[in-house]
Protein backbone atom coordinates (compact mmCIF):
# COMPACT_ATOMS: atom_id res chain seq x y z
CA UNK A 1 0.00 0.00 0.00
CA UNK A 2 2.94 2.34 0.93
CA UNK A 3 4.96 1.68 -2.14
CA UNK A 4 2.33 2.12 -4.28
CA UNK A 5 1.23 5.71 -2.85
CA UNK A 6 4.47 6.60 -3.15
CA UNK A 7 4.24 5.28 -7.24
CA UNK A 8 1.47 7.68 -7.29
CA UNK A 9 2.92 10.51 -5.94
CA UNK A 10 5.82 10.01 -8.34
CA UNK A 11 3.09 10.03 -11.38
CA UNK A 12 1.72 13.01 -9.77
CA UNK A 13 5.23 14.86 -10.27
CA UNK A 14 5.30 13.29 -13.82
CA UNK A 15 2.27 14.86 -14.66
CA UNK A 16 2.78 18.33 -13.03
CA UNK A 17 5.88 18.48 -14.72
CA UNK A 18 4.24 17.61 -18.57
CA UNK A 19 1.51 19.99 -17.96
CA UNK A 20 3.80 23.12 -16.84
CA UNK A 21 7.56 22.11 -17.98
CA UNK A 22 6.61 20.56 -21.19
CA UNK A 23 4.56 23.85 -22.21
CA UNK A 24 8.02 25.91 -21.21
CA UNK A 25 10.16 23.59 -23.60
CA UNK A 26 7.38 23.97 -26.14
CA UNK A 27 8.22 28.06 -25.74
CA UNK A 28 11.39 27.41 -27.34
CA UNK A 29 10.51 25.40 -29.92
CA UNK A 30 8.66 28.31 -31.06
CA UNK A 31 11.40 30.40 -30.01
CA UNK A 32 13.69 28.42 -32.47
CA UNK A 33 10.96 27.84 -35.32
CA UNK A 34 10.09 32.07 -34.58
CA UNK A 35 10.68 33.79 -38.67
CA UNK A 36 9.67 36.70 -40.20
CA UNK A 37 8.86 40.50 -39.35
CA UNK A 38 7.26 39.34 -36.18
CA UNK A 39 9.75 37.46 -34.65
CA UNK A 40 10.68 39.87 -31.80
CA UNK A 41 7.03 39.95 -31.00
CA UNK A 42 6.98 36.55 -30.95
CA UNK A 43 10.02 35.88 -28.97
CA UNK A 44 8.91 39.13 -26.47
CA UNK A 45 5.99 37.15 -25.87
CA UNK A 46 7.39 33.70 -24.99
CA UNK A 47 10.15 35.47 -22.70
CA UNK A 48 7.19 37.22 -20.75
CA UNK A 49 5.10 33.66 -20.58
CA UNK A 50 7.63 31.43 -19.59
CA UNK A 51 10.21 34.09 -17.38
CA UNK A 52 8.24 34.10 -13.87
CA UNK A 53 8.00 30.48 -13.97
CA UNK A 54 10.33 28.24 -15.51
CA UNK A 55 12.78 27.45 -12.85
CA UNK A 56 9.88 26.79 -10.50
CA UNK A 57 8.47 24.25 -12.86
CA UNK A 58 11.81 21.92 -12.89
CA UNK A 59 10.62 21.48 -9.07
CA UNK A 60 8.18 18.26 -10.04
CA UNK A 61 11.21 16.80 -11.68
CA UNK A 62 13.21 16.90 -8.84
CA UNK A 63 10.22 15.84 -6.93
CA UNK A 64 10.19 12.93 -8.84
CA UNK A 65 13.70 12.31 -8.73
CA UNK A 66 14.40 12.54 -5.41
CA UNK A 67 11.11 10.09 -4.42
CA UNK A 68 12.22 7.59 -6.98
CA UNK A 69 15.85 6.91 -5.59
CA UNK A 70 14.56 7.14 -1.94
CA UNK A 71 11.65 4.79 -2.22
CA UNK A 72 12.42 2.71 -5.02
CA UNK A 73 16.04 2.48 -5.19
CA UNK A 74 16.31 -0.37 -7.04
CA UNK A 75 14.57 1.04 -10.20
CA UNK A 76 16.64 3.86 -9.58
CA UNK A 77 19.72 2.13 -10.27
CA UNK A 78 18.97 0.38 -13.13
CA UNK A 79 17.55 3.00 -15.26
CA UNK A 80 20.47 5.83 -14.21
CA UNK A 81 22.63 2.49 -15.38
CA UNK A 82 20.47 2.02 -18.61
CA UNK A 83 19.80 5.17 -19.58
CA UNK A 84 23.14 6.91 -18.83
CA UNK A 85 23.81 8.67 -22.16
CA UNK A 86 19.60 9.75 -22.52
CA UNK A 87 19.62 10.98 -18.67
CA UNK A 88 22.82 13.42 -19.00
CA UNK A 89 22.04 14.87 -22.50
CA UNK A 90 18.49 15.73 -20.62
CA UNK A 91 20.77 17.29 -17.92
CA UNK A 92 23.28 19.19 -20.18
CA UNK A 93 19.92 20.10 -22.02
CA UNK A 94 17.92 22.25 -19.18
CA UNK A 95 21.61 23.65 -18.17
CA UNK A 96 22.36 25.09 -21.63
CA UNK A 97 18.48 25.91 -21.94
CA UNK A 98 18.36 27.86 -18.80
CA UNK A 99 22.13 29.77 -19.34
CA UNK A 100 21.20 30.70 -22.62
CA UNK A 101 17.59 32.14 -21.81
CA UNK A 102 19.75 34.04 -19.40
CA UNK A 103 22.32 34.84 -21.06
CA UNK A 104 20.34 36.12 -23.72
CA UNK A 105 17.83 38.70 -21.75
CA UNK A 106 21.38 40.11 -19.67
CA UNK A 107 24.53 39.47 -21.65
CA UNK A 108 23.62 39.89 -25.23
CA UNK A 109 25.55 42.87 -26.32
CA UNK A 110 25.26 42.17 -30.39
CA UNK A 111 22.59 40.94 -32.46
CA UNK A 112 25.00 38.14 -33.65
CA UNK A 113 25.65 36.99 -29.24
CA UNK A 114 21.56 37.45 -29.21
CA UNK A 115 21.16 34.93 -32.15
CA UNK A 116 23.59 32.71 -30.71
CA UNK A 117 22.09 32.25 -27.77
CA UNK A 118 18.50 32.13 -29.19
CA UNK A 119 19.73 28.98 -31.26
CA UNK A 120 21.23 27.69 -28.21
CA UNK A 121 18.06 27.88 -26.39
CA UNK A 122 15.87 26.20 -28.76
CA UNK A 123 17.79 24.09 -29.81
CA UNK A 124 18.57 22.30 -26.15
CA UNK A 125 14.15 23.03 -25.86
CA UNK A 126 13.80 20.27 -28.95
CA UNK A 127 16.53 18.13 -27.86
CA UNK A 128 15.78 17.73 -23.98
CA UNK A 129 11.37 16.96 -24.58
CA UNK A 130 12.55 14.21 -27.04
CA UNK A 131 15.09 12.78 -24.57
CA UNK A 132 12.75 12.43 -21.44
CA UNK A 133 9.92 10.88 -23.88
CA UNK A 134 12.70 8.43 -25.42
CA UNK A 135 13.41 7.35 -21.72
CA UNK A 136 9.72 6.87 -20.92
CA UNK A 137 9.34 4.93 -24.18
CA UNK A 138 12.36 2.81 -23.04
CA UNK A 139 11.39 1.66 -19.55
CA UNK A 140 8.26 0.52 -21.11
CA UNK A 141 9.68 -1.42 -23.89
CA UNK A 142 10.71 -4.50 -22.36
CA UNK A 143 14.82 -3.51 -22.34
CA UNK A 144 15.67 -0.19 -20.82
CA UNK A 145 18.88 -0.55 -22.43
CA UNK A 146 17.69 -0.22 -26.23
CA UNK A 147 16.58 3.06 -25.38
CA UNK A 148 17.69 4.44 -29.06
CA UNK A 149 14.93 2.34 -30.80
CA UNK A 150 11.57 3.36 -32.97
CA UNK A 151 9.20 2.54 -30.29
CA UNK A 152 11.20 5.10 -28.03
CA UNK A 153 12.01 7.30 -30.71
CA UNK A 154 8.17 7.53 -31.83
CA UNK A 155 7.32 8.44 -27.49
CA UNK A 156 10.19 11.42 -28.05
CA UNK A 157 8.75 12.94 -31.02
CA UNK A 158 5.69 12.76 -29.63
CA UNK A 159 6.87 13.84 -26.23
CA UNK A 160 8.23 17.35 -28.48
CA UNK A 161 4.65 17.89 -30.26
CA UNK A 162 2.72 17.78 -27.08
CA UNK A 163 4.86 20.60 -25.37
CA UNK A 164 5.00 22.22 -28.79
CA UNK A 165 1.03 22.04 -28.79
CA UNK A 166 0.55 23.16 -25.00
CA UNK A 167 2.77 26.09 -25.69
CA UNK A 168 0.74 27.41 -28.47
CA UNK A 169 -2.44 27.25 -26.82
CA UNK A 170 -1.06 29.17 -23.38
CA UNK A 171 0.68 31.86 -25.37
CA UNK A 172 -2.49 32.37 -27.33
CA UNK A 173 -4.12 32.20 -24.82
CA UNK A 174 -1.99 35.09 -22.68
CA UNK A 175 -1.25 37.05 -25.92
CA UNK A 176 -3.31 40.64 -25.70
CA UNK A 177 -1.70 41.20 -28.83
CA UNK A 178 -4.82 40.04 -31.77
CA UNK A 179 -2.16 39.22 -34.40
CA UNK A 180 -0.03 37.46 -31.96
CA UNK A 181 -2.82 35.42 -31.13
CA UNK A 182 -3.24 34.06 -34.53
CA UNK A 183 -0.03 33.46 -35.13
CA UNK A 184 0.15 31.06 -32.16
CA UNK A 185 -2.84 29.73 -33.12
CA UNK A 186 -2.37 28.52 -36.39
CA UNK A 187 1.24 27.09 -34.81
CA UNK A 188 -1.03 25.07 -32.52
CA UNK A 189 -3.65 23.87 -35.16
CA UNK A 190 -0.59 22.61 -37.66
CA UNK A 191 1.15 20.87 -34.34
CA UNK A 192 -2.10 19.17 -33.26
CA UNK A 193 -1.68 17.53 -36.43
CA UNK A 194 1.92 16.21 -36.18
CA UNK A 195 0.87 14.94 -32.68
CA UNK A 196 -2.00 13.27 -33.90
CA UNK A 197 0.30 11.53 -36.36
CA UNK A 198 2.77 10.57 -33.84
CA UNK A 199 0.37 9.11 -31.44
CA UNK A 200 -0.76 6.77 -34.28
CA UNK A 201 2.71 6.09 -34.92
CA UNK A 202 3.75 5.37 -30.95
CA UNK A 203 0.75 3.11 -31.06
CA UNK A 204 1.48 1.10 -33.89
CA UNK A 205 5.14 1.04 -33.14
CA UNK A 206 3.99 -0.54 -29.04
CA UNK A 207 2.18 -3.43 -30.74
CA UNK A 208 5.31 -5.14 -32.16
CA UNK A 209 8.09 -3.22 -30.23
CA UNK A 210 6.27 -2.92 -26.68
CA UNK A 211 4.24 -5.78 -26.07
CA UNK A 212 3.34 -5.46 -22.81
CA UNK A 213 2.39 -1.60 -23.04
CA UNK A 214 0.30 -2.72 -25.90
CA UNK A 215 -2.19 -5.10 -24.34
CA UNK A 216 -2.36 -3.02 -21.42
CA UNK A 217 -3.47 -0.11 -23.23
CA UNK A 218 -5.83 -2.05 -25.03
CA UNK A 219 -7.55 -3.54 -21.83
CA UNK A 220 -9.28 -1.55 -19.10
CA UNK A 221 -8.88 0.67 -17.18
CA UNK A 222 -6.05 1.79 -19.50
CA UNK A 223 -8.24 1.72 -22.55
CA UNK A 224 -10.95 3.81 -21.42
CA UNK A 225 -8.49 6.48 -20.09
CA UNK A 226 -6.83 6.55 -23.56
CA UNK A 227 -9.96 6.67 -25.31
CA UNK A 228 -10.61 9.65 -22.51
CA UNK A 229 -8.02 11.45 -24.13
CA UNK A 230 -8.61 11.05 -27.78
CA UNK A 231 -11.99 12.58 -27.11
CA UNK A 232 -10.32 15.18 -25.70
CA UNK A 233 -8.46 15.98 -28.55
CA UNK A 234 -11.10 16.92 -30.80
CA UNK A 235 -12.41 19.14 -28.38
CA UNK A 236 -9.24 20.76 -27.30
CA UNK A 237 -8.80 21.07 -31.42
CA UNK A 238 -12.48 22.85 -31.45
CA UNK A 239 -12.17 25.07 -29.01
CA UNK A 240 -9.11 26.34 -30.59
CA UNK A 241 -10.20 26.27 -34.20
CA UNK A 242 -13.10 28.59 -32.82
CA UNK A 243 -10.74 31.01 -30.77
CA UNK A 244 -12.08 29.49 -27.31
CA UNK A 245 -8.71 29.86 -25.78
CA UNK A 246 -9.31 29.09 -22.19
CA UNK A 247 -11.40 26.20 -23.11
CA UNK A 248 -8.57 24.95 -25.27
CA UNK A 249 -6.20 25.63 -22.86
CA UNK A 250 -8.12 23.38 -20.23
CA UNK A 251 -9.15 20.58 -22.71
CA UNK A 252 -5.33 20.34 -23.72
CA UNK A 253 -4.46 19.84 -20.47
CA UNK A 254 -7.13 17.15 -19.74
CA UNK A 255 -5.50 15.28 -22.80
CA UNK A 256 -2.03 15.24 -21.49
CA UNK A 257 -3.20 14.09 -17.77
CA UNK A 258 -5.38 11.24 -19.80
CA UNK A 259 -3.10 10.01 -21.88
CA UNK A 260 -0.28 9.74 -19.37
CA UNK A 261 -2.89 7.81 -17.25
CA UNK A 262 -3.40 5.44 -19.85
CA UNK A 263 0.16 5.12 -19.63
CA UNK A 264 0.47 4.38 -15.86
CA UNK A 265 -2.28 2.24 -15.97
CA UNK A 266 -1.21 0.07 -19.23
CA UNK A 267 2.19 0.05 -17.36
CA UNK A 268 1.19 -0.93 -13.70
CA UNK A 269 2.66 -2.58 -11.79
CA UNK A 270 6.29 -2.56 -13.50
CA UNK A 271 8.11 0.95 -12.95
CA UNK A 272 10.80 -0.83 -15.53
CA UNK A 273 9.02 -3.85 -17.40
CA UNK A 274 10.07 -6.86 -17.56
CA UNK A 275 12.09 -6.81 -13.97
CA UNK A 276 10.86 -4.39 -11.44
CA UNK A 277 7.86 -3.83 -10.41
CA UNK A 278 6.54 -1.21 -7.38
CA UNK A 279 6.22 -3.69 -4.81
CA UNK A 280 9.39 -5.43 -5.95
CA UNK A 281 11.58 -2.40 -6.07
CA UNK A 282 10.39 -0.74 -2.97
CA UNK A 283 12.47 0.64 -0.08
CA UNK A 284 11.70 -1.25 3.22
CA UNK A 285 8.98 -0.18 4.97
CA UNK A 286 10.43 1.79 7.81
CA UNK A 287 12.01 4.10 4.65
CA UNK A 288 8.67 4.18 2.78
CA UNK A 289 6.73 5.06 6.03
CA UNK A 290 9.34 7.97 6.79
CA UNK A 291 8.42 9.90 3.12
CA UNK A 292 4.78 9.01 3.53
CA UNK A 293 5.14 11.11 6.84
CA UNK A 294 7.02 14.07 6.06
CA UNK A 295 5.73 14.47 2.22
CA UNK A 296 2.53 16.17 3.68
CA UNK A 297 4.92 19.12 5.50
CA UNK A 298 6.70 19.08 2.44
CA UNK A 299 3.83 19.71 0.09
CA UNK A 300 1.92 22.26 2.68
CA UNK A 301 5.12 24.47 2.06
CA UNK A 302 5.80 24.02 -1.56
CA UNK A 303 1.89 23.78 -2.92
CA UNK A 304 0.58 27.27 -1.43
CA UNK A 305 4.25 28.78 -2.57
CA UNK A 306 3.77 28.04 -6.22
CA UNK A 307 -0.19 28.99 -6.03
CA UNK A 308 1.15 32.09 -4.85
CA UNK A 309 3.84 32.67 -7.47
CA UNK A 310 1.39 31.60 -10.49
CA UNK A 311 -1.57 34.11 -9.03
CA UNK A 312 1.08 36.90 -9.03
CA UNK A 313 2.84 36.35 -12.50
CA UNK A 314 -0.30 35.10 -14.27
CA UNK A 315 -3.31 36.70 -12.66
CA UNK A 316 -3.06 39.66 -14.92
CA UNK A 317 -3.41 37.67 -18.54
CA UNK A 318 -6.40 35.63 -17.17
CA UNK A 319 -9.23 35.61 -19.60
Known sequence: ????????????????????????????VWDLLSLGERSPAH???????????????????IFLIVLLFTCFPAAYAQASVALFWPLHFVLIGIVLRGAAFVFRAYDAPS???HAAWSRVFGASSVVTPILLGMCLGAVSSGDVTVWAAPFPFA?????????????????????????????????????????????????LLASTHAPHLWRGLTS???AALVA??????????????FRRYHAARILGAGQIV??????????????????????????????LT???VTLPFGLAILLPSLWFLFAVFKAKTAK
Open 1 to 28: MLAASMALAMFASLVTYAVLAGADFGAG
Open 43 to 61: RAALARAISPVWEANHVWL
Open 111 to 113: AAS
Open 155 to 203: TGILALSIDAYLAAIYLAWESDDVALQEDFRIRAVVVWWIGGAASVAAL
Open 220 to 222: FPA
Open 228 to 241: GGALLAPLSFAALW
Open 258 to 287: ALLSGWAAAQWPYLIYPELTVTGAAAPAST
Open 290 to 292: LIA
